[in-house]
């Protein structure tokens, strides 16, 4: 059964950071690329950024380039999404999210393709 749990939400001020975790569960997490979304009050979920299985490859929302970085400890089963000089338009529950690697080992930009999710942890920028 997989499990993904996310942790390390919380109030911060702008400018501020956070490391967020997604740590995973009945997966071997070598063969999954991971995406990181988020869902704003309001506002439909949105892609963050995403790594591929050997952490090679990253994509990175225009929002949050320079700003955020996406990282992954294949042997820990974990990925990371470290975020720094955070703004209130950062605010929102933010989900990581797996998918098994395909061929050319890259990965996905958009939550429909993946299709397993985490719970999701609250982030919330304000002073």
């Known amino acids: 059964q997989v499990q993904l749990v996310e942790s390390g939400g919380g109030l911060v001020q702008p400018g501020g950071s956070l490391r967020l975790s997604c740590a995973a569960s009945g997966i071997t997490l070598d063969y999954y690329v991971i995406g990181w979304f988020r869902q704003g009050p309001g506002k439909e979920r949105e892609g963050v950024s995403c790594i591929n299985s050997s952490g090679a490859r990253t994509i990175y929302a225009d929002s949050v380039k320079g700003r955020f970085t996406i990282s992954r400890d294949n042997a820990k089963n974990l990925v990371y999404l470290q975020m720094n000089s955070v703004r209130p338009d950062d605010t929102g529950v933010y989900y990581c999210?797996?998918?098994?690697?395909?061929?050319?080992?890259?990965?996905?930009?958009?939550?429909?393709?993946?299709?397993?999710w985490g719970q999701g942890t609250q982030v919330t920028v304000t002073s």
């Open positions: 999210a797996a998918e098994p690697r395909g061929l050319g080992d890259v990965c996905y930009e958009f939550p429909y393709r993946y299709n397993f």
